[in-house]
Structures are given as structure tokens and as C-alpha cells.
């Protein structure tokens, strides 16, 4: 998110999402009334929505007047993140990100938005061994070497503490393996 700050493509939603409501489908879990669970929900979106033109700016995380998210950022093209998680992603940007200190408010902001945008396994994501399926690669693997794989590539950047650490390591130089197959 560092390389796009203020400088994000957008996913632009066809109609706008109310905040509160939204919030509201993340916290239906919760224990307590319903008028209770309507003024958190509320508050939430209060939090965020004070926020918008900072969210704007630097994240084009657009919201309007009304309270309504028009947009969020798109991290990786062609990649547009399960909008399942939607709800309870505009809760924990209230509840998660410290909007009082600039660097914590932008690695928190980061993080949630990370986090949303994460593949979550789920059993039925699962194919099956005597599944009749075609064999054709699931839309998870296509993404996957399509998207995210090119996208690793382009724009890694290990810090030598990953290098250090062995998190990272280079398993193949292609130049090398040229030099040792023209000796073949």
C-alpha cells in the first residue's frame, strides 16, 4: 500500500453502501438489543465518516455526505477481494485503527485493508477427490498464478532482516542456470 499511497486505483460500487447499516450486518452477532446494536453501529460509522476526506485523499476510500461508501481501494489489479467481508471491514476501521497518531492510524488502516483483502479458506473452497469437476484449476489457483504470483515478482522487496531471518530465500538465479546448461 506504500508504493500506491494516495494514488490508488478504486472499486467503485454500483450503489452506495449506508455505513451504519453495514456496520450494523458485522455486529448482528453481538450480544444486546437491537437498539443498542443500532446506536453502536452508528457510532461506528461516525467514527469513520469524520474521517472521510483523510480516507480520500490518501486511500480513495471515497464517502459522501449521507454516510455512504462509494469506494474502496483496489490493492491488485484483476483482484477484487470477497465483498462478504465488507461489514466487517468498515467495523474494525472504526474500532481497529488509531485515528490519533499518524503513523499508527496509517499502518492500522493498512492492516485492516490487508486483512480484508485476504483469501479466506473455507471448506467449500475445497474440491473434492471424486469430485467429477473438469479439472479445470479453481478461480483461487487461477488467481493465484495469474495475479498474485506475477504480481509477488514485480514488486517484492525483502528486507535483508527476511533474507537474514531465512523467511525469503532465492532458490534459483536464472543467469546461474544458464551458465551451468552451456557447459551441458
Known sequence: MINNFANFNVIKFSSPLYLPELISMAIDEMEGN???????????ADVVDSKKAMLNDYFSTE????????????????YVPDVAGL???ALSLATEVNW????????????????????????ENVVEEDDDSDDKPSKWAWTLEHVLYP???KNLLPSKKL???RAVLQIA???????VFERC
Open 173 to 179: 538465479s536464472l543467469p546461474q542456470l544458464y551458465k
Open 100 to 123: 490519533d497518531e499518524e503513523t499508527p492510524c496509517f499502518r492500522n488502516f493498512c492492516t485492516q485493508t490487508a486483512s480484508f483483502y485476504t483469501y479466506e479458506w473455507k471448506k
Open 87 to 89: 461489514p466487517s471491514y
Open 34 to 44: 437491537d437498539e443498542e446494536k443500532a446506536q453502536i453501529a452508528k457510532t461506528a
Open 63 to 78: 464517502i459522501d455526505d449521507n454516510e455512504n461508501l462509494l469506494s474502496i481501494p483496489l490493492l491488485l489489479d484483476n
Open 151 to 153: 504480481a509477488i515478482k
Open 163 to 165: 533474507f537474514n531471518d
